[in-house]
């Protein structure tokens, strides 16, 4: 026995110490640190604050589970190509799941060459889908309204808001906010600013209680999702 430098344990559980180093080799998976890009979590957020509420916002969709190849047999070319690609984002009609829409956020690697040829290619795909496909340029900082006129041709609106208008984006249901005592007010220009947190048009409204009853501000038309309001300059 003192020659075995395992022991007799060593001689029982060696089977199974065999079959588990042989599994981490055979299942070498772990799972990824960031799912998204931070710019894709940032853009993700945008789109959700603005499609309605019946539908889904779902991410990084392959390509081969959106569309399928009539004649697979025939045409294994045609769905190998589309197998492994994926786009961005992918809303879908809430009820039915059906996709209504896709969006690409391209960064600076969709200038280069095979990057503009493998995106001319999707293109073609959802083309000759029907399934619209937009494109939307990466950035720090993006303003509302401005994509939601990208998506509001191909989305029901709740009642056709005109997207225009500040009014569009504040809820009927939802009384206008009322500035607390301990709010801070930033005195903002022009006479219709924009609001300092998500560049939204601000609307005048009138404190209908508390200590500033009666006083004029100016309250984020993206409320209440963005409750910021600004007060009123005396040259106003």
């Not at 599994?23 to 710019?39: G, I, M, Q, V």
């Not at 979590?41 to 603005?50: E, G, M, Q």
């Not at 007010?185 to 404190?207: W, Y």
Request: net charge neutral; charged share 25%.
């Amino acid at each position: 026995m003192s020659s075995n430098p395992s022991g007799c344990l060593g001689i029982l559980f060696a089977p199974f110490l065999k079959k588990s180093a042989s599994s981490k080799t055979s299942f070498p998976y772990h799972k990824r640190d960031e799912f998204l890009s931070a710019a894709e979590i940032s853009f993700f957020h945008v789109l959700k604050n603005i499609i309605p509420a019946d539908y889904h916002l779902i991410t990084k969709v392959r390509l081969g589970d959106i569309f399928y190849v009539e004649r697979p047999h025939v045409n294994q070319g045609p769905r190998a190509k589309i197998s492994q690609k994926h786009v961005d984002f992918l809303i879908c009609e809430a009820g039915s799941m059906t996709p209504v829409l896709a969006v690409e956020l391209d960064d600076k690697s969709h200038q280069r060459k095979d990057r503009q040829e493998r995106d001319a290619f999707v293109d073609r795909v959802f083309a000759a889908a029907e399934l619209p496909l937009i494109h939307v340029p990466a950035a720090k900082g993006y303003v509302l309204n401005d994509i939601r006129q990208l998506v509001a041709g191909h989305l029901q609106f709740p009642e056709a808001p005109d997207l225009e208008s500040p009014k569009a984006d504040v809820a009927e249901s939802v009384p206008p906010p009322v500035p607390s005592p301990e709010a801070t007010f930033a005195p903002l220009e022009p006479k219709t600013p924009q609001c300092p947190k998500c560049a939204s048009e601000m609307i005048l409204r009138t404190a209908s209680k508390g200590e500033n009853k009666g006083n004029q501000f100016w309250g984020c038309s993206n409320y209440p999702r963005c409750r910021v309001v600004v007060a009123v300059k005396v040259s106003e």
